[in-house]
């Protein structure tokens, strides 16, 4: 059974994600909470809103990468954003529009926290990926 994308009547049209997504088969790949951190550990965009979300899409990127999946394979995705704001929103789509399919995007879910672990860190961006199916 290949993935499919439900936007059931009933429910608001979806902007950017799709409110369920089935998966059977396949291989699931759990990737953790990514933020704007280099390969050093150092923050990519202190206090750059945008440059972290750039950031943290290339930083999952390279853990899809390594379990042998792309962001075509992903079927969750969730956003922590510190102090969310309705100016953060345009940007969290206009950067996972470069990443994920606009044609079949994943199940979503957007979260405003107080903070991460790292005050520096304004993002954290988890997804869920099925690889095959």
């Not at 529009?97 to 520096?120: F, I, N």
């Amino acid at each position: 059974m290949p993935k499919e994308f439900f936007n059931p009547p009933g429910l608001n049209p979806p902007n950017g994600f799709t409110h369920a997504v089935a998966a059977a088969g396949g291989r699931t790949v759990y990737v953790s909470g990514q933020v704007s951190v280099d390969a050093r550990g150092e923050v990519v965009g202190k206090g750059d809103f945008r440059a972290q979300v750039e950031r943290t899409f290339e930083n999952l990127g390279t853990a899809l990468a390594a379990a042998g999946a792309t962001f075509k394979d992903v079927v969750k995705v969730t956003y922590f954003v510190v102090g969310l704001a309705p100016e953060h929103v345009p940007v969290v789509r206009e950067v996972r529009r470069k990443h994920l399919d606009p044609d079949r995007p994943p199940a979503s879910t957007l979260v405003g926290v107080a903070a991460l672990v790292v005050p520096d860190w304004l993002v954290e961006i988890e997804v869920v990926a099925v690889v095959g199916g």
